[in-house]
């Protein structure tokens, strides 16, 4: 099953989002870059409000990855109660400084996901070293947020070795990235664990403006029905066996 994931940026969006029952809340601030942190208002007052019901995750900023108040930033953003950080790898590689200051707060059960940028990927195969780290889960965005998708970025079978090699290490896979609703069904067949969405979901597609409810009921009903047509297929290919296909 590939959930949703709806980025927002306050506390109305927070809500309009819970309302249609996203899967994961996403915080960021998209005035404030790719991976822009909300204020620490917002995110815990968002945290109250879900309430447990649902997975919160928030970024850090666009933190360089070797700054050396990267572990701050992610120990800061923990402690406000959220369920998943974020922090964004701006670069080609995964520095040894990086992957150690990940690896220290995954250590004080801090649940962290590295956003990747098409942008930067020059062999997915170069990721094994930041996947068999401590994080929980990984997920591919992009850096350019023009009227360009992920799937206009990168070719399906890069995709699809991403996903594969994520889920052997057991992370969590997502995909994110000037998502379109048209980009769904090719998405669909890769088996993320999520896919995210920020402009699909605001008036006029423009990631800075406000969220639309028609918009996110319209790409949260278009999950669900993806979904159950999938769950449907596999039903049809095996035997249902203590809920897993035999």
Known sequence: MTGMLASVASFEEAKIALKHKVDIIDLKNPRLGVLGQLNEEIISSVVELVNSRIPVSATIGDVKPNDPKLSNRIIKTANLGVDFVKVGLFEKKASNYFIKKIDECSKKNINIIVVLFAENIVDIDLLHLLMSSNIRGIMLDTKSKSNHSLCDIMK???????????????????????????????????????????????????????????????????????????????????????????
């Open 156 to 246: 399906y079978k890069t995709l699809n070795h991403f996903i594969r090699l994520a889920k052997s290490y057991n992370l969590i896979t997502g995909l994110a990235g000037s998502l379109k609703i048209e980009d769904i069904e090719k998405l669909m067949p890769l088996k993320p664990d999520y896919l995210g969405f920020r402009g699909a979901l605001c008036a006029k597609r423009e990631r800075v403006n406000i969220i639309d409810d028609s918009a996110v009921k319209a790409i949260r009903d278009i999950l669900l029905k993806k979904n159950v047509i999938n769950y449907k297929n596999v039903i049809n290919e095996g035997v249902i066996i203590n809920g897993t296909v035999a």
